[in-house]
């Protein structure tokens, strides 16, 4: 059952590349993704000759062979994507390390390009509803249409199992924005709010607030994976792949409260192994935050405090730059931007390149999730 | 004002039988005849151990509220004239979860934990949905 993963420093992730991010790009997804392919190959010091690989996202719209073309790339040795919606980024990292590993391709490119708020939103069920199809039959006709509903379903029991309260939810939020609020890119950027902000916005799904949702947003993310051993030609440092591992919950329904499973309890003792460190050796966290009670289980999950005390956890600022684990240094993705996970890999680069406008001090060691704990990464520099 | 409608369940092969039998008004579930456990939403094979010799057993259709949410945002416009709505997570007494809505409830009265009893909502003539009411 428990094949030993060797993943460790087999890959490195060279180059990244980001548009800005908007709420109405009023440019393609093709157009976007080319800018950001474009800027990760030059931050890597490559042409876009050297890449032989890309990797989408299931759901983006972009296909390989259209971005290769429009990077004059003739053909790809390799290619693949991952899917379901938005928990796909670590995976596809996974997928680009083996690949560089074993020599089927030399520079794979990850990317994520969507007008997620211009164009097909998340949030209006437009994306993710199936139409009372296959398991749906079983949701959908009930009116549980979007990711949010659920993770306020999860929200409560959480509340009801362990006290967690409001404003701890909320102090994910106020810690998030205060991080937005030093990062020019982020869509928040110098919009602070308060508890009182917080506790007086709009509820969306109770007890989620507007507050506790992700940003929809419209821009592209990209970064390039090479084998650890190429010859970097950046004049930044490489950050190497350090541990790794990916959860698919079986089934629905059963299983007592599958509706609620989570793949990050179960993937985070095979992470730390496989990486060789332990929770308290991480310096700087990404986590996916579609929903801001998500952080708080996740800091359970991946064993940073006991089961049930995440709440007490993100009080006072221990999740905030300087305190004693800042988790989405750059507003993450409920205050800089919704790219799917792929803008925390990036901000956890940046940090490990000691580049973020968010720095903190030394950190040699990040952790980066994507989805539900769909998959995760741990990065050195 | 007519309600714009949640989109209707398309039954399978793999779950028809479960629908078939909500418009008898029973609740059923499939149940493994190797390791006894229930199943739910219905499928081929047993989660638990991938037998394929599973038999429909008649649930209690009772249970308890596990969690749940008040939607007040509409998700989209076509939605506005149903907000607020409630969705329920029933945990079974079999032990099984499912998602579904109260009936003839108020908001601020729902508590986790609360007892839930099945009841029949009739959609079309091909549909009738498996729906809560509180039990006092």
Known sequence: MTAKNNIKDKAAIIGIGETNYNRESGRSELEMAVEAAEKAISDAGLTSSDIDGILKFTADSTPQGELAACLGIP?????????????AACGLVIQAAMAVANGMANNVMVFRSVNGRSGARYGSGVVTTRRGQGTSAFTEPYGLLVPGQSSAMRARRHMHEFGTKMEDFGGVALAFRKHAC??????????PITMDDYLDSKVFFDPLRIFDCALEAD????????????????????????GAGQCLPAGVGDRGGNWDENGASRLAPELFASAGVKPEDIDVVGFYDH?????????????????????????????????QLPVNTSGGHLSEAYLQGMNQIIEVVRQLRHQSYAQVDNAELGLVDSGDGSGALILRR | MTLVPFPLPVPSIDNQYWFDKCKEHVLVLQQCKLCDQFNHPPRPNCAYCGSSNLHWIEST??????????????????????????VV????????????????????????GMTVQVVFEQVDDDITLPKFELVA
């Open chain 2, 89 to 112: 997570e029933v945990e079974l007494n079999e032990g099984v979860h499912m998602i579904s809505n109260l009936i003839d409830f108020q908001d601020e009265d729902l508590q986790i």
């Open chain 1, 291 to 323: 929903f801001s009670p998500v952080i708080i289980t996740k800091l359970e999950d991946y064993g940073f405090c006991n089961r049930g005390e995440g709440g007490p956890f993100v009080s006072d600022g221990r999740i905030e730059l300087g305190g």
């Open chain 1, 182 to 191: 030093l990062n020019p890119k982020a869509i928040m950027y110098g919009r």
């Open chain 1, 219 to 242: 821009g592209a993310n990209a970064f390039i994976i090479s084998s650890a051993d190429s010859t970097f030609s950046s004049s930044e440092p490489p950050v190497f792949i350090m």
């Open chain 1, 75 to 87: 053909y790809l040795r390799y290619y693949g994507e991952l899917g379901p919606l938005g928990g």
């Open chain 2, 61 to 86: 259709g009772r249970g308890t509220i596990y969690t749940f949410t008040v939607t007040r945002q509409p998700v989209s416009r076509p939605l506005l004239g149903r907000i607020p709505w409630v």
